[in-house]
């Protein structure tokens, strides 16, 4: 069984280490903030400083961080994988980030010596997901290095899919958060219709659920956005960033997403509000003030 290295422990990439751990690799960990690294050495991981270390004790690295700049300084800044590469590592980036990006990541990679091989896997699933080891998995990148990453991915996830090339995974994942970000609005705003006529809305989710207005939103944000529960499973402030690489890569390619540009749009209101750090279903605040009604299950 390969030896499995985990960059970056927030939200989603802690419980993907602790479920790589459970189905018996050895797994290394590292973190800027390296006590976030003591429950999984506690569970059986090897916890060190830097990815370069992680790197030189692994077969497979998974990245697991916030934007492009963060990748980019793991892989190839001072104490960085490629630092600590050798024969035969792969290089997993699992993290949302610029699909361009990505493929320059792929070539820098395959001209370092010693090179790396690497794949693009971003994930949609959210903490749940991750947790529950049942995220889908979009990867991008050389077939035979998909068929060898296989094992690690089915440990940390259900839907596992092969899109393309380098950088295809990072496409397709942008292409996710559009309907992600929409089906938001259209829970948000069906649930202050529903307030506002007076009906009940536990009752109205669940049929809708049921229906063909069902979606994940719908079936696993309702439920909290009814309780006013917006802690984070997914940050604004990351719906944000991924929202505006769709919207920086429709520019130069000419493509109209005026739903997308709305609900980023619906979503800076959230940030002025200081709701940058809540979950993304917390877009039910804006729809809320702007219509004077508060959607609550009492």
């Given amino acids: 069984m390969e030896r499995v290295g985990f960059v970056g422990l927030g939200i989603m990439g802690t419980p993907m280490a602790r479920n790589a751990l459970k189905a018996g690799f050895a797994v290394t960990v590292t973190n800027r903030t390296i006590d976030r690294a003591k429950p999984l050495a506690d569970a059986g991981a090897t916890a060190v400083r830097t990815p370069?270390?992680?790197?030189?004790?692994?077969?497979?690295?998974?990245?697991?961080?916030t934007n492009t700049p963060d990748v980019e300084a793991v892989m190839f800044g001072a104490d960085g994988i490629a630092s600590g590469a050798h024969e035969g590592l792969l290089a997993i980036d699992m993290s949302t980030i610029s699909p361009a990006a990505t493929r320059d990541l792929a070539k820098r990679a395959a001209a370092n010596r010693p090179p790396?091989?690497?794949?693009?896997?971003?994930?949609?699933?959210?903490?749940?997901?991750?947790?529950?080891?049942?995220?889908?998995?979009?990867?991008?990148?050389?077939?035979?290095?998909?068929?060898?990453?296989?094992?690690?991915?089915?440990?940390?996830g259900k839907t596992?899919?092969?899109?393309?090339?380098?950088?295809?995974?990072?496409?397709?994942?942008?292409?996710?958060?559009?309907?992600?970000a929409i089906n938001n609005l259209?829970?948000?705003?069906?649930?202050?219709?529903?307030?506002a006529q007076g009906i009940d809305l536990e009752r109205t989710r669940q049929v809708i659920a049921g229906g063909a207005g069902s979606s994940w939103a719908m079936q696993n944000y309702a439920p909290k956005m009814l309780a006013g529960d917006f802690r984070p499973g997914f940050m604004v402030d990351l719906q944000q960033k991924d929202l505006r690489l769709v919207l920086d890569n429709a520019f130069v390619d000419h493509v109209s997403l005026p739903g997308?540009?709305?609900?980023?749009?619906?979503?800076?209101?959230?940030?002025?509000?200081?709701?940058?750090?809540?979950?993304?279903?917390?877009?039910l605040k804006v729809i809320e003030r702007l219509s004077g009604v508060e959607a609550r299950q009492r």
């Fill in 52 to 65: 370069r270390e992680v790197a030189e004790r692994s077969d497979i690295v998974v990245t697991m961080v």
């Fill in 116 to 156: 790396f091989r690497t794949l693009d896997a971003p994930v949609s699933g959210g903490e749940v997901g991750a947790i529950e080891a049942r995220l889908a998995i979009m990867v991008g990148g050389d077939e035979a290095d998909v068929k060898r990453a296989m094992p690690l991915f089915q440990a940390l």
């Fill in 160 to 180: 596992i899919i092969h899109i393309g090339d380098h950088g295809a995974g990072q496409a397709c994942k942008l292409a996710n958060q559009i309907a992600v």
């Fill in 186 to 195: 259209g829970v948000s705003e069906a649930l202050v219709f529903a307030k």
């Fill in 260 to 283: 997308t540009a709305l609900v980023h749009a619906l979503y800076n209101a959230l940030q002025h509000d200081g709701g940058g750090r809540e979950g993304n279903h917390a877009l």
